[in-house]
């Protein structure tokens, strides 16, 4: 049986102190101060680079230190991960938003940076963008993105009356999970 699951907290572990950088770059000072990165989240972090290489596409969102803040700032569900105590192994990214700028992003009239830009906190949101799902290889295809994607969708429907999903499909995978969620949360589902 699948564990529950639950929003990133930042984890404690005696002795080591996790530093955030820029562009989701996380390491951790051990009690020598050397500096290193867990297993898991090395091979996250290059998982994310390379598959969706945001430095070589101006369209793709670029995740800093500031786009999690504001994205926390939107809702604490935005940002979800699935993490067994040495790593991630499940990251996802949803993007509530209202429907005009839902219909702005699917008519390619912006970008995702400029989709984030125009989503400000405070507001009723009436869509969520699939934004990314990010899975180690070895936990592919247990249900795990579904079910980490399905509660952050969830805890954000408590909040805004969703109506929509859509998403920017970059592989059969990923379009796969967006409708197995909009069929699962009987939403209609937009792909741009």
């Known amino acids: 049986m699948a564990k529950e699951i639950e929003p990133a907290p930042k984890q404690k572990i005696p002795g080591l102190a996790v530093i955030y950088l820029r562009g989701l770059r996380s390491f951790v000072l051990d009690k020598y101060n ?4 867990p297993d898991k ?3 996250m972090l290059q998982l994310v680079g390379d598959f969706f ?36 192994i499940v990251w996802i990214l949803l993007i509530p938003t209202t429907e005009a700028v839902m219909n702005r992003f699917l008519k390619k ?3 995702e940076t400029q989709l984030l830009n125009e989503t400000k906190p405070g507001v009723k949101y009436e869509a969520i ?8 290889p070895e936990y592919r295809r ?6 980490v994607g399905n509660k952050a969708i969830h805890e ?5 009356p969703i109506k929509a999903l859509y998403y920017w499909a970059f592989s059969p995978e990923g379009q796969a999970l967006a409708e197995k969620a909009a069929k699962e949360l009987k939403l209609p589902l937009y792909k741009r």
């Open 34 to 37: 050397k500096l290193s990165m």
């Open 41 to 43: 989240l090395e091979r």
């Open 53 to 88: 290489d945001v430095k070589n596409d101006p369209e793709q969102l670029s995740v800093t230190e500031e786009v999690m803040e504001k994205l926390k700032k939107i809702h604490p569900s935005t940002i979800s991960e699935y993490n067994e105590g040495d790593g991630p």
């Open 109 to 111: 009239e912006i970008s």
């Open 129 to 136: 963008y699939l934004c990314s799902a990010s899975v180690l």
């Open 142 to 147: 247990k249900g795990l993105a579904k079910q």
């Open 156 to 160: 954000i429907m408590k909040d805004h």
